[in-house]
T-cell receptor
Framework: NAGVTQTPKFRVLKTGQSMTLLCAQDMNHEYMYWYRQDPGMGLRLIHY???????AKGEVPDGYNVSRLKKQNFLLGLESAAPSQTSVYFC???????????????FGAGSRLTVL | AQKITQTQPGMFVQEKEAVTLDCTYDTSDPSYGLFWYKQPSSGEMIFLIY??????QNATEGRYSLNFQKARKSANLVISASQLGDSAMYFCAMRGVGTASKLTFGTGTRLQVTL
């Protein structure tokens, strides 16, 4: 099925380890986003990209890096994981579209990360 | 800055009854969009309904309707004829103008539909 695919779905890390979450979309969307979801806090934007080769900081970027070397892929990296980064991570994508349109975000299924 | 407030952490509703989930927002953008997403226990985010700030009529999608009161800055979700499958977390979100038109989410309301 077309959509947004996140890998891995689950991961357990030790404090200080590094890892990369991969997001791949096959809808040729320009915009891609990484959110984290924590209990009682909704979804918060970590980083986003408006096109291949571009990235920008969101609301909670500290401790994360991203890259968008190919239009269809958006990578989220944790260089030195901390317990505070235990969360569920969602990738999403959309096209710019007219500002008056719904232009809905398409979400991946989420990646549950636990840092011990 | 944009802000979305959902003041109901949890709600109960009986099957076949209607329920309203509250959402208020704050923004200085003249043009914006309001969204509702559903997150069942399986975890995926499902788009339900959208309302543009300049739309004259309230949005409806099947059993979902959005009660948009611009002067009060509220965008409540109304679910009619609740079903057991409506039990889920519901998030209100807003998109303003600007680069990438990022979505800002509320903290969510957990709805439980009972027999």
């Amino acid at each position: 099925n077309a959509g947004v695919t996140q890998t891995p779905k689950f991961r357990v890390l030790k404090t200080g380890q590094s890892m990369t979450l991969l997001c791949a979309q096959d809808m040729n969307h320009e915009y891609m986003y990484w959110y984290r979801q924590d209990p009682g806090m909704g979804l918060r934007l970590i980083h986003y990209s408006v096109g291949e080769g571009t990235t920008a900081k969101g609301e909670v970027p500290d401790g994360y890096n991203v890259s968008r070397l190919k239009k269809q892929n958006f990578l989220l990296g944790l260089e030195s994981a901390a317990p505070s980064q235990t969360s569920v991570y969602f990738c999403a994508s959309r096209d710019p579209g007219p500002s008056s349109g719904a232009n809905v975000l398409t979400f991946g299924a989420g990646s549950r990360l636990t840092v011990l | 800055a944009q802000k979305i407030t959902q003041t109901q952490p949890g709600m109960f509703v009986q099957e076949k009854e209607a329920v309203t989930l509250d959402c208020t927002y704050d923004t200085s953008d003249p043009s914006y969009g309001l969204f509702w997403y559903k997150q069942p226990s399986s975890g995926e985010m499902i788009f339900l309904i959208y309302q543009g700030s300049y739309d004259q009529q309230n949005a409806t999608e099947g059993r979902y309707s959005l009660n948009f009161q611009k002067a009060r800055k509220s965008a409540n979700l109304v679910i009619s004829a609740s079903q057991l499958g409506d039990s889920a977390m519901y998030f209100c979100a807003m998109r303003g103008v600007g680069t990438a038109s990022k979505l800002t989410f509320g903290t969510g309301t957990r709805l439980q539909v009972t027999l």
